[in-house]
């Protein structure tokens, strides 16, 4: 899976295969190129992610069959369940297909009913890592993300930013893992990672019900990151995807091409920036499916001027 021993800034994403006539059917985490429509696997966790889901073997059939598809990037956490998640994609995908690239985050933790708590430490971001590891049975990932707490609830960070950074640099030197990600963050932030360590991507908020990040999203712009929106449907946990489906713009374009509300969506993320990196998540194989066709929509100037018009809501657990 991981092949690269050079942890250096990746290289910026100038020149991507094109095969999408608006834009580009592939993007690049780091030096590594990945399809632009991955998988989020927060969903394959039972309610609240929190413990396990109802229906494992269609969680296992949901992976299989996106890298069937040719998913290539999964997005997961070890603090998914806790640990619910990795096994299951263990379970339904080791030995690992070689252009597989998983992604995971570290900075949080689970109490014992469910509650996320910030569990940045230093000596705790290492062990964090090594669960993954283990779990995934891998010896390196291929992106750690350093999930803050600054965007959802300021001030409650376990340690400063440059240790946080320093900790995965150090990981990244010991070869367990290839690029560092920083996921709940300000730009701020984002400029300290870019200059202090380099970073692979951005995993923030954001979607057509949550258009907060322009500021980061402009910077992942400049330099070339990956940037990953999380909840791009809007979050389950405050019906996002209910929310699309009831919004009029929406549904007038979406009628417009007849396809879905959520393919509209998601489209409208893919034409934002050409290395967004989508993960919808989903523990359905028909909604993955449908996910996977956000390529075939293709949104004009008409199209994106109505989706401007969305009233943007709350977002978010
Ligand atoms: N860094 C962070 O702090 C952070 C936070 C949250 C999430 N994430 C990552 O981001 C990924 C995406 O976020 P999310 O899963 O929370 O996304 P989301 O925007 O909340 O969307 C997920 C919801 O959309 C539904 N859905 C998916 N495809 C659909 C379709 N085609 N039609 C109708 N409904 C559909 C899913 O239900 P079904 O299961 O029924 O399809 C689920 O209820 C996560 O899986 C996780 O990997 C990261």
Known sequence: MTSSPDPATPAPTSTPASTHPTGYATGRLGDKTVHRVGLGAMQLAGPGVFGPHADPERCRTVLRRAVE????????????????????????LHPYPEQLRLVTKVGATRDDRGGWLPAGRPEQLRAQVEDNLRTLDVERMDLVNLRRYERDAPGTDAAPLEEQLGALAD??????????????????????????????EVQNPYSLLDRADEEVLDLCRAHGVAYV???PLGS??????????????????????????????????????????????????????????????????????????????????
């Not at 598809?69 to 339904?92: C, K, M």
Request: proline fraction near 5%; charged fraction near 20%.
């Open 69 to 92: 598809l040719g998913v290539d990037h999964v997005d997961t956490s070890q603090f998914y369940g806790p640990d619910v998640v990795n096994e299951l994609i263990r379970e339904a």
């Open 171 to 200: 990981l990244r030197t010991e070869g367990k893992l290839d690029l560092i990600g920083v996921s709940s963050v300000h730009a701020e932030t984002v400029r300290t990672a870019l200059e202090s360590v380099g970073i692979g």
């Open 229 to 231: 929106p999380y909840f």
């Open 236 to 317: 389950a946990f405050t019906g996002g995807p209910a929310a699309l489906a009831a919004d009029e713009h929406v549904a007038s374009v979406a009628a417009r091409h007849g396809v879905s509300a959520t393919r509209v969506a998601l489209a409208w993320l893919l034409a934002r920036y050409e290395n967004l990196l989508l993960i919808p998540g989903t523990s359905s194989p028909e909604h993955l499916e449908e996910n996977l066709a956000v390529l075939d929509v293709v949104l004009d100037a008409d199209d994106l001027a109505e989706l401007d018009l969305v009233e943007p809501r709350p977002v978010g657990h």
